[in-house]
């Protein structure tokens, strides 16, 4: 009895152990960001000042769009556009293309871990129904590049653009016409990999009929509009508060449970890091030094250590030249791995399809990212 009684416990503490490793691997900048958050609180201890660090606008903007993101996921809407682009194509290079493009204009209207997530799976589905596998790590790489770089041309189509855009009132024009030279040039580099990297091998993929139901699609596209016009700051931020939730516990309580909490936990997270690292007078001195120095290097070598998300919330506590830091946390999204949340995502989904071939991915993801890393900055230190 004694020993049934051991061999149970030791299998429940195993299973625990299992169970918080893999929570650790899946939220991993979660957790580094509720780390930073707690060692911050202990120089810095909590008191009324730690209210005024939440934007708490970005996280219910973050929150509308993820919601109604997951509503149209469940109804394969961005599924069966995704299939209908693909179609028009014929050949490894063509679909490639298609693919990597949907993923750009996707980030640039869903953000890019959303876009991500919903055309990582496509481009996987694509290559292994025609035998094309051996073109995979490259697709995920340049789908990667699309969504972390074509995300910057809009407020919403990265987290940070949505921090920095309400955080300084940025106006829309001047927004778009800061993103554009960088935004064009990731277009050409993507455009130009693929045209040298991949040839025209012939490519065929299975037709499959998918209804989309009429009146959800609508619905789903006022409460996208909504969210939209939310955060261009046309109507008051709690009325999607109130309206896209209370829609969607009616159409669909999945997509209310589906919204990426943990990234808006781990916004939280770094909202309390940077507000408490702003108070420190040795923090601020150095970033106040080095962001006067040059804003843009310093946010894009942050970028590279602690991703982008955090590198504009901290960075932006020390500067007002919102321009250089919005480039930079923009540009900074590639390079290493942990450079985008993004990147993070889309190696997980590789490594998932693929194991035992992570190695040689990063290799690869590294080249072609520290060469648009390169590229982009020179060029927009040109443009500053």
């Known amino acids: 009895m004694f020993k049934t009684n051991t ?55 973050l929150f509308c769009v993820l919601a109604v993101v997951c509503a149209f996921k469940n109804i394969k809407f961005f599924y069966v556009l995704a299939r209908k682009i693909v179609q028009l194509f014929k050949n490894v290079r063509a679909c490639v293309l298609a693919l990597v ?28 129904t ?9 697709t ?26 309400t955080k300084f009132n940025i106006p829309t024009g001047e927004f778009v016409a800061t993103m554009l030279p960088p935004f064009f040039i990731s277009v050409a580099l993507i455009t130009l990999c693929c045209l040298i990297f991949l040839k025209k091998e012939p490519l065929e993929i299975a037709d499959e ?29 709690i009325v999607g508060l109130i309206v896209i939730p209370l829609v969607l516990l009616f159409l669909d309580r999945k997509a209310l449970k589906d919204v990426d909490y943990g990234l808006l936990f781990t916004f939280v997270a770094f909202f309390i890091f ?12 150095l970033f106040g030094s080095l962001m006067e120095k040059s804003a843009l290097l310093v946010s ?24 250089a830091l919005l480039l930079g946390v923009n540009i900074g999204g590639v390079g290493t791995l942990i450079s985008s949340l993004a990147s993070l995502i889309t190696f997980r989904e590789y490594s998932a399809h693929n194991p035992g071939k992570a190695g040689k991915y990063i290799l690869t993801f590294s080249a072609f990212n520290f060469a648009f890393l390169l590229i982009l900055t020179v060029t927009s230190l040109l443009f500053l």
């Open 101 to 128: 493009y949907v993923t750009f204009i996707g980030s640039m209207l869903i953000a890019n871990d959303m876009a991500l997530l919903t055309f990582l799976p496509l481009g996987y589905l694509v290559l292994t």
């Open 274 to 285: 940077a507000g408490n690292m702003a108070r420190i007078p040795a923090v601020q001195h």
């Open 209 to 237: 009929k998918v209804q989309l139901p009429k009146w959800r699609t609508v619905i789903y596209a006022i409460l996208f509009t909504l969210s939209i016009v939310i955060v261009f700051r046309v109507i008051p931020f």
């Open 140 to 165: 995920f790489i340049m789908q990667n590049i699309a969504a972390n770089l074509g995300g910057m041309l809009t407020p919403f189509g990265n987290p940070q653009n949505l921090y920095l855009y």
């Open 130 to 138: 025609t035998g094309k596998e051996r073109h995979m790590a490259f």
């Open 7 to 61: 061999v149970t416990h030791h299998k429940i503490k195993y299973n625990i152990k299992e169970h918080a490793l893999a929570f650790l691997k899946k939220n991993a900048v979660l957790c580094i960001a509720i780390l930073a958050a707690f060692v911050t609180a202990l120089i810095v201890p909590p008191d009324k000042e730690y209210l005024e660090y939440f934007d708490w606008k970005t996280l219910t903007c």
């Open 300 to 323: 894009i070598f942050s970028c590279q250590i602690i991703s982008n998300v955090p590198s504009a919330i901290l960075l932006s506590q020390f500067t007002n030249n919102y321009t």
